[in-house]
């Protein structure tokens, strides 16, 4: 594994920098001691920074010495943390209750700290590479939010990468695949209402119950009878309420779910079926059905010249065995609104099986989104080393573009 001596060198720093961050998580568009420590660091190190996008995003801007190339592309790292309890006990374990950095987000924001503090000292390169820390990937899009308020317009890119760690996938082994990499993510409601009574006369009324349950059936031959085979989709109902006393039937019953797809074509699909199935299911009993679905994130989608970039990039720093092709995963990444207006490449950066998790772990697996996760601080040095070399390698081709 070829690292940058320079990074290697400041493995202790940037893991006391992962930890510090980890024992204070902070939630969606609340990232402000987060956004600090990362505004002040770029400032110590000679880098201007823009502050407010997206309420708590912080862009750095470091310009290269190689010339006067208008040239620029952008690096992003998620800094926000998970509404969960943190079941490690060790030292930087969470100091705030009911908030975790269970998703690594700490360590994507040090990696890129990393390569800013390398990139800065160095500017061995010709062109402008814009750090985007940016909040609220969890929860409320702080991508699209910090789009929306002119990302892009005031920092214009020419392409942009990202990473997230991936447990399972061994240290030292990176995941670049074109197309489609995670799903996108959507949920819907539908609320049935049909006429209450006593549980005793259900003739006198339109119990809304029976309706929910043969369409919480129909809602699965969407997959199984309307999708593509080979077209990859999930419906997942996961919430039911209806009713509070056992001898009254309900008026209404409101059913909850998650839909993953990968193409807007099969979340087209699916978004119409589920409405036909939602309102003619609670007709035929009688009943009536509001039903509401809402497309969260949007499937995330590796565009297939940088992709290509990033693994010509890890070549020069890893053995092939250790380059991997990731299978596409249901879970989604609100990196995917930046590759919709850019092209890039998102990768995943193996966090090992867990084994580096120190005493005092939680006893549940070191997987993402559950208490007993850490990131693992060996892996540092390498997403810093790999940041570093893309802004290199991509100013020393000819402008894609052109
Ligand atoms: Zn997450
Ligand atoms: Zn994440």
Excluded at 48 to 56: F, K, V
Aim: with cysteine.
């Amino acid at each position: 594994m070829k690292l940058i001596d320079d990074i290697s060198a400041q493995a202790a720093f940037l893991q006391s920098v992962r930890r510090d961050i980890h024992a204070h998580p902070e939630l969606a568009f609340e990232e402000t001691r987060t956004s600090d420590l990362v505004a002040k660091l770029l400032t110590d190190w000679g880098i201007p920074i823009h502050r407010g996008l997206g309420r708590t995003g912080v862009v750095g801007t470091i310009v290269g010495t190689g010339g006067s190339s208008p040239r620029a592309i952008g690096l992003r790292a998620d800094m926000d943390a998970l509404p969960m309890a943190e079941h490690n006990t060790f030292a930087h374990a969470s100091k705030h209750a009911g908030k975790m950095h269970a998703c690594g987000h700490d360590g994507h924001t040090t990696m890129l700290l990393g390569a800013a503090q390398h990139l800065a000292k160095h500017r061995d390169f010709d062109g402008t590479v814009h750090l985007i820390f940016q909040p609220a990937e969890e929860h409320g899009g702080g991508a699209r939010e910090m789009m929306r308020e002119g990302l892009f317009e005031k920092f214009p890119c020419e392409a942009v990468f990202g990473m997230h760690n991936m447990p399972g996938i061994p240290v030292g082994s990176v995941a670049a695949s074109p197309g489609p990499v995670l799903a996108s993510n959507n949920e819907f409601k539908a609320v049935i209402r049909g006429k209450g009574g006593h549980a005793a006369m259900p003739q006198l009324g339109v119990d809304p119950i029976p309706a929910a349950l043969q369409m919480i059936q129909a809602f699965q031959t969407i997959i199984t009878r309307n999708k593509k085979p080979l077209e990859t989709a999930v419906i997942s109902v996961t919430m039911i309420h209806a009713g509070s006393v056992p001898n009254v039937i309900p008026d209404e019953c409101v059913v909850q779910g998650s839909v993953r797809a990968y193409t807007a074509e099969t979340l087209d699909l699916i978004e119409r079926r589920m409405a036909e199935i939602a309102t003619h299911t609670a007709a035929v009993f009688g009943a009536e059905c509001d039903f509401h679905f809402q497309r969260n994130y949007p499937s995330t989608v590796n565009h297939t010249a940088e992709t290509a970039f990033v693994r010509e990039v890890l070549a020069q720093m890893l053995p092939a065995e250790q380059i991997l092709t990731q299978v596409p995963i249901m879970a989604a990444e609100d990196f995917a609104f930046m590759l919709e207006q850019v092209p890039g490449c998102y990768a995943f950066i193996g966090n090992g099986d867990g084994d580096h998790r120190l005493p005092g772990h939680g006893a549940g697996p070191c997987v993402v989104h559950n208490p007993s996760y850490d990131f693992n601080d060996e892996i540092l040095p390498l997403g810093a080393s790999l940041f570093v070399n893309l802004v290199r390698r991509w100013f020393a081709r000819p402008c894609a573009t052109a």
